[in-house]
C-alpha cells in the first residue's frame, strides 16, 4: 500500500501512510466529527489563506506539534499565531520523512480570514511511495496544468468543480485531460449555495475520456 487517502468535505483530506498522518486544506465544516486527536499528524498543507482552507490548520498545528506548509506569506501569518511552520515557495520539491512535494500555481485569490495579504495561492503535488497525487487548491482552468502533466504527471489529481469561485464542471473535465492522470477525485462542490455542481455529469465527462472518476463521501477512503 502506498497510502490512504480519506474524503474530510469540501478541500479537505487526509492522506496516511501508517507512520504519518498529513492534512490538506483541513476546514471541517462539512465533517465536524472528525476525530483529528487521535491521529498522528505530522505535516499540514494549505494551498491559501481563506477561511475554507486554513480551517483548524493553526490549532491542530499547536496542539499535535505538526509543521504547517504553505507559501511564505502564510506560513509566517501562521507562525504569528503560535504554529510550527514550514515556509515555502512555488516550483522547487521539499523532501519530508514520507516522500516529496512541490507547491504550483494555482489562478485565485489569498487572504487570511482577518484580511491580510497571504501570498500567491497553491496547487501542490505530493510524491509518497512511488505514487503522484496533485490537489489543485482553487483555481481557473490555466496553461500551467499543462505543464503538469509534461514535468511530473500525477497517477491521481483532485479539481474543484464547483464554480464561481473556481473551475466548473466542464473547466474541470478540460482540465483533468490536460493533467492527464488516471484517476480524477472531484471537490470544492455542494458545500455552499454558491458551489453546486453536478457530480454525477462530472463523473460522466471523466469517464467518456476513458479515465476513472472517484466520487468520494465525506470520511471515505481510497486505498492507493
Known amino acids: ?82 504554529a510550527y511552520i514550514n515556509p515555502v515557495g512555488l516550483g522547487g520539491w521539499i523532501n519530508y520523512d514520507w516522500g516529496k512535494a512541490i507547491f ?22 505530493f510524491e509518497i511511495n512511488g505514487v503522484k497525487i496533485f490537489h489543485a487548491g482553487d483555481t481557473c482552468l490555466n496553461q500551467e496544468l499543462k505543464i503538469i502533466k509534461e514535468m511530473n504527471k500525477p497517477d491521481i489529481a483532485i479539481l474543484p468543480i464547483g464554480g464561481h469561485f473556481t473551475m466548473d464542471v466542464n473547466s474541470a473535465a478540460l482540465a483533468a485531460e490536460w493533467i492527464g492522470a488516471e484517476v480524477i ?15 454525477n455529469r462530472f463523473k460522466d465527462l471523466i469517464e467518456n475520456k476513458g479515465k476513472q472518476c472517484t466520487v468520494m463521501n465525506i470520511s471515505e477512503v481510497a486505498h492507493f
Request: glycine share 6%.
Open 104 to 125: 504550483l500555481p494555482a489562478f485565485h485569490s489569498s487572504s487570511t480570514p482577518d484580511g491580510q495579504y497571504a501570498g500567491c495561492p497553491s496547487s501542490i503535488l
Open 1 to 82: 500500500m502506498a497510502f490512504d487517502l480519506k474524503f474530510l468535505g469540501h478541500s479537505a483530506f487526509e492522506i496516511n501512510n501508517n507512520d504519518n498522518c498529513i492534512l490538506i486544506d483541513p476546514f471541517f465544516a462539512a465533517y465536524p466529527n472528525y476525530d483529528w486527536k487521535s491521529l498522528n499528524i505530522t505535516d499540514i498543507f494549505v494551498t491559501h489563506g481563506h477561511s475554507d482552507h486554513l480551517g483548524s490548520a493553526i490549532e491542530i498545528a499547536k496542539a499535535k506539534g505538526a509543521k504547517i506548509s504553505a507559501v511564505f506569506e502564510l506560513a509566517n501569518y501562521c507562525l504569528s499565531k503560535g
Open 185 to 199: 477525485i472531484p471537490m470544492h462542490y455542494n458545500t455552499f449555495p454558491y458551489i453546486r455542481a453536478d457530480v
